[in-house]
Structure formats: structure tokens, C-alpha cells
């Protein structure tokens, strides 16, 4: 917590102004530490795919490979190209929530008919892993938000359920409405988080598991950016989670109409 608080003792006012002075240097420094932190993880997450990028580019480029392994090798640079892209598109949707400059722009939305959509989209993603989806929505449920920006919260959430669940394991979707809110649920039965990690999770580039994750090909900012759109929508999300039983998120948004 780094919020300015003023000294309400003090054996005069100048002894008060020392003491904030003070007290703003120690928050400054909490401040620029953070930053650092976040800069250099950016500079870290960038060098990766690019330093990957530049390599294979120069094998390519300079020996006389067979088609197959020059094949391999273009196919290791489209895959760190997309990395960056989506990097770079995730860290200027952040640099917007910073600024507050992120724009929502909502519709009125057909909860069900919006979730079968998804749910066709993502399918044929749980089946290839030989896993489970079960979406479970009332009918006729209307809320007023952003189409895409939803979206990007159920993708990003299911996405890493299935990241981070073993073949054959089941991953729920469940809608429920409670007076005007919505209550949605999203439970894996997967490798869950340890529960020192659990207040972690929704901070930028905050992994579990560093080495793993990178090759499951997550950056570590879908849940800060995922808890930004929640918020963006006047909503809560929390985190339930068991090492090896599973993980639910739970996501309220309100103002649902019938
Ligand atoms: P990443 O891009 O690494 O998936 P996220 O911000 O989406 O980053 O998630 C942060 C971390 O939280 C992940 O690296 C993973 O360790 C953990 N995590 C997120 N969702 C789940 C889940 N459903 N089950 C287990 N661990 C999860």
C-alpha cells in the first residue's frame, strides 16, 4: 500500500512537514522500485522471443538447410513473433488502464447466446487436449458490456485452465443470477495453486512455475489484464484454488436483466 498519509502528530509543523517528507520519499522509493521491477521484466519478456527470433533468422539465412528443417525453423520464428505481438498488445492495454485512458464500450448483451459462441469457439481446443467443457447459463439473460473485452476475460481464464489441467480433466462455466448480479464461476479440476502463490496471481508477470509457464507459452499478464477488464466493468474477481484439485475464479458483474 502506497497511499499518502499525513502525520496527524508531531511536536510542531515543521516537525510535521519533515515527517511527510519522509514518509513520500519511502512511498517514492516503493514506487520507483515497482517500476523498475515491471521494466525489467518487460525488457526480460522482449529480449526472449526476440533473441530466438534474430538466432533462427541468421541460421535460416545463412546455411543451406533441407526444406524440412528450414520449415521448423520459420515455424519456431512465426510462433515467437506472435509471443511479441500479443505481448506488446497486452502492455499497451496496461499502459491504458495506468493512464485511464482504457475504453469499454458496452452493449446489451445476450448472456447465453454470447457464451454458446465462445463455447463453439473453444471446443474443439478442450477436445483436441481430450478434455471436458461444460457451459451452464439461464436463458434470456441480458447484461450491459463490452462484447470483445468479455470475451477476452472467458478466453483468457479457460485458456488457462486447459494450460494448466491435465488430459481428461473437466473445466465449468456456470452462470447463475442473484437478484441483479451475475455470479459466474470458472472451475478447473487442474494442478491448482500453491496458496503462497494465490495472493500473487493477478500481479503482472507474476508466474507459479517460471520455466514451465514459458513453454506453455504464457507471458504471466492474462490475470492482471483479465482483473483491469473485470474492474473496467464495475465488477469483483476473486480466486479459490487447491494444489492439485483445482482452481474456480469467481467473477461478479452487476445490472443483469431478464
Ligand atoms: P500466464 O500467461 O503465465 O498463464 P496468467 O497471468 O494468466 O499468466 O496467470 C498467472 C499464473 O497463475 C500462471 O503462470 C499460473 O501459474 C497460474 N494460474 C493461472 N490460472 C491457473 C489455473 N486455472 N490453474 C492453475 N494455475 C493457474
Known amino acids: 500500500?502506497?497511499?499518502?498519509?499525513?502525520?496527524?502528530?508531531?511536536?510542531?509543523?515543521?516537525?510535521?512537514?519533515?515527517?511527510?517528507?519522509?514518509?513520500?520519499?519511502?512511498?517514492?522509493?516503493?514506487?520507483?522500485?515497482?517500476?523498475?521491477?515491471?521494466?525489467?521484466?518487460?525488457?526480460?519478456?522482449?529480449?526472449?522471443?526476440?533473441?530466438?527470433?534474430?538466432?533462427?533468422?541468421?541460421?535460416?539465412?545463412?546455411?543451406?538447410?533441407?526444406?524440412?528443417?528450414?520449415?521448423?525453423?520459420?515455424?519456431?520464428?512465426?510462433?515467437?513473433?506472435?509471443?511479441?505481438?500479443?505481448?506488446?498488445?497486452?502492455?499497451?492495454?496496461?499502459?491504458?488502464?495506468?493512464?485511464?485512458t482504457f475504453v469499454i464500450q458496452k452493449k446489451r448483451i445476450?448472456?447465453?447466446?454470447?457464451?454458446?459462441?465462445?463455447?463453439?469457439?473453444?471446443?474443439?481446443?478442450?477436445?483436441?487436449?481430450?478434455?471436458?467443457?461444460?457451459?451452464?447459463?439461464?436463458?434470456?439473460l441480458f447484461l450491459m458490456a463490452d462484447p470483445i473485452r468479455l470475451e477476452q476475460i472467458f478466453l483468457n481464464l479457460l485458456d488457462n485452465a486447459m494450460k494448466y489441467s491435465q488430459h481428461g480433466t473437466r473445466t465449468d462455466l456456470k452462470v447463475e443470477k442473484k437478484g441483479t448480479n451475475l455470479h459466474i464461476t470458472v472451475t478447473d479440476n487442474g494442478k491448482g495453486i500453491p496458496e503462497t502463490d494465490l495472493?500473487?496471481?493477478f500481479s503482472r508477470f507474476y508466474r507459479v512455475d517460471k520455466s514451465r509457464t514459458r513453454a506453455l507459452g504464457g507471458s504471466g499478464l492474462g490475470l492482471a489484464i483479465v482483473k483491469e477488464l473485470v474492474h473496467a466493468h464495475d465488477g469483483k474477481i476473486t480466486v479459490n484454488s487447491k494444489e492439485n484439485i483445482g482452481t474456480e475464479f469467481a467473477i461478479i458483474l452487476k445490472g443483469a436483466t431478464e
Open 1 to 100: 500500500d502506497y497511499s499518502v498519509s499525513l502525520p496527524k502528530t508531531g511536536k510542531d509543523e515543521l516537525g510535521d512537514l519533515a515527517h511527510s517528507i519522509h514518509l513520500l520519499a519511502h512511498q517514492l522509493d516503493y514506487l520507483t522500485k515497482e517500476r523498475n521491477e515491471f521494466l525489467a521484466s518487460i525488457s526480460h519478456e522482449l529480449r526472449t522471443p526476440l533473441t530466438y527470433i534474430k538466432g533462427y533468422t541468421d541460421i535460416v539465412h545463412k546455411r543451406n538447410l533441407p526444406r524440412d528443417e528450414q520449415e521448423k525453423y520459420l515455424g519456431i520464428i512465426l510462433e515467437e513473433t506472435t509471443r511479441l505481438s500479443i505481448l506488446i498488445k497486452e502492455l499497451f492495454d496496461l499502459a491504458k488502464f495506468d493512464q485511464n
Open 110 to 140: 445476450d448472456f447465453s447466446e454470447f457464451l454458446l459462441k465462445m463455447e463453439q469457439k473453444l471446443l474443439p481446443a478442450f477436445i483436441e487436449k481430450n478434455m471436458n467443457l461444460q457451459v451452464t447459463c439461464p436463458p434470456h
Open 199 to 201: 495472493p500473487h496471481i
